[in-house]
């Protein structure tokens, strides 16, 4: 008899059901829990109401990276309640026996930038965190997804989750990238095409020469946003890219183990003629670099391009929507963005805060000068992510340039440690939301690319980096 | 969780699509270590100018906001973050159900656990419910989990979908952990069965 042809995610799925009854969701095993101090608190605060213990703290994993401060001294901690929130985490790693990448931690950083580099996330995988942003592991061919406090409670206590089944829907992405665009540009690209909402209830496969070209970290950044268009997860098939990134890293399997696991994950891709449930195709060859004006991340233009009108959408409330956003960021129809003046600039995140963006980053800024006036900021992913760039002399580029080199950790993605934008201030910013408010209240973020972030730094004003680039 | 059967109510009208969970509660109020009280965080940077005074415009300010249970949105409602301080807060300030065309999966799965329902409803009667509640912000609403109705004020049902498990849970104000603690057999055959994929303590001895 022979099976069906499946997809990479029906063969994860199926590989991790626990039981599966009618007329309930499907009870789904988890391999590799993330935690951090935001989302956690309130599901231990219930693990000891009830009595109950962390099912499998071996495979449970925690870091601080929301509300820790990024400046070269981190502690102590001038916010009583970020200070509150981050003891809160030491001591449920403490009591219940979770391995902790806290502060002064040589691993410390942020949880989907760890996962990867520790070896954690490997192909055919179940991982969840309590954050959206946990599709970026899906770029090793796991099924990674974002869950709330609730169901960190759930996977702290019985290491399974409730799930209804997602439909499936391939990406598939021809062409090749040309010089100066990005992965970023990539994934901002897509989300414009299909809007903020375009994936939900699905689960991406992102395929194609385009893909299949990109490396490990620009893998990365493209599953990371997935959550941007709605999409609950975002996935790309193992190949030789992902086993090369792999190879021994300190969690990833050694030797006879590891020939076995390489053996088991070329098993994964998507059988030749497995089925999606839908399909959405996107060329490559033609994106430009890509720079949002509205806010979320689906309001994206190329950069060469205007502000479009609100006036010429039918649909009466997403009309409203951007009006609304326009207001905020203070924008015009019909505006070309390229010259718009900028305050801020923020290197960093989890879909942006790894060595290749930092060496992008530095390509633009080496032997230039921040302009005067602007503010830059560059945050490290992780504490490997700050050595390793230190290690080639990035660091010193940033310092030289006139940028601020940090510590590792959310930062201005996310406005909850101090890294913020005043109000009515401009960033460009290669995080991954544009919301009103998200760097800070009044804040007007443009999200880009690390070249794109790294030429309005140079400059003042929105730049195309294919300008700067030699 | 508080069981959820049926609900009159007065609605407050946010005609927008795409609201974020960032704009539901900011992520400055997400330092907590609490569930309770983040009601009064709801929406704050649409409440409040930056001075505290409250926007004298935004329907959460009106009087009668403070007796509505249920909130009509534009599409993709809880769109971004996992954060679920964002049905804590909606919960806190008072509602019960959200209605939309469509909500965001994890703000969906959120809501669910909370004892918020989320109301998903065909675009047309979405239009008439924002013009309804237009001509007068004092309309009434009745949504019935058991039958799964949604009764405008005419009196006229609109039925609106959910799954059997989530249905009997909202009703019966069961907690789904209570019911994945009893699977515990069948998670030990699992793993008897799985090695594990990823083992944290042999690397740290």
Known sequence: MTSAPRTLFD???????VVEEPDSPTMLYIDLHLVHEVTSPQAFDGLRRRGLRVRRPQQTVATIDHSIPTTPTRIPIDDPQAARQIQQIVENCREFGIPLHG???PTQGVVHVIGPELGLTQPGMTIVCGDSHTSTHGAFGALAFGIGTSEVEHVLATQCLLQSKPRTCQVHVEGYLSKGVTAKDLILGLIAQ????????????YTGPAIRSLSMEERMTVCNMSIEAGARAGMIAPDDITFEYLAGRPYAPKGEAWEAAVKRWRSLPSDPDARFDHTIMLDATRLEPMVTYGTNPAMAIPITGIVPDPASVSDASERQAMEKALRYMDLRPGQFLLGHPIDVVFIGSCTNGRLSDLRQAASVLKGRHVKEGVRVLVVPGSQSVKRAAEAEGLGRIFLEAGAEWRESGCSMCIAMNGDQLQPGQYAVSTSNRNFEGRQGPGGRTFLASPLTAAAAAITGVITDPRMLLE | MQPFTRITSRVVALPIDNIDTDQIIPARFLKTIHKEGLGQHLFADWCYNPDGSPKPDFPLNQPEARAAHILLVGENFGCGSSREHAPWALID???RAVISTSFADIFRNNALKNGLL???????????LFELAKADPS????????????????????HFPIDAFNKKCLLEGIDPLGYLLKQEPLIQAYEASHPARVNIRIMEE
């Not at chain 1, 299909?194 to 496969?205: L, P």
């Not at chain 2, 109301?119 to 239009?127: A, G, W």
């Not at chain 2, 309309?139 to 058991?146: E, K, P, R, Y």
């Open chain 2, 139 to 158: 309309i009434v609403l009745t949504l019935d989990l058991a039958e799964q109705s949604l009764i405008l004020p005419d009196g006229k049902s609109v």
């Open chain 1, 11 to 17: 063969k994860i799925w199926d590989d991790h059901v």
């Open chain 1, 103 to 105: 502060i002064g931690s």
């Open chain 2, 93 to 95: 300030f008072g509602f």
């Open chain 2, 118 to 128: 989320p109301v998903v409803v065909d675009p047309d009667t979405h239009r008439r």
């Open chain 1, 194 to 205: 299909i809007g903020s909402g375009g994936g939900t209830g699905y689960v991406f496969e």
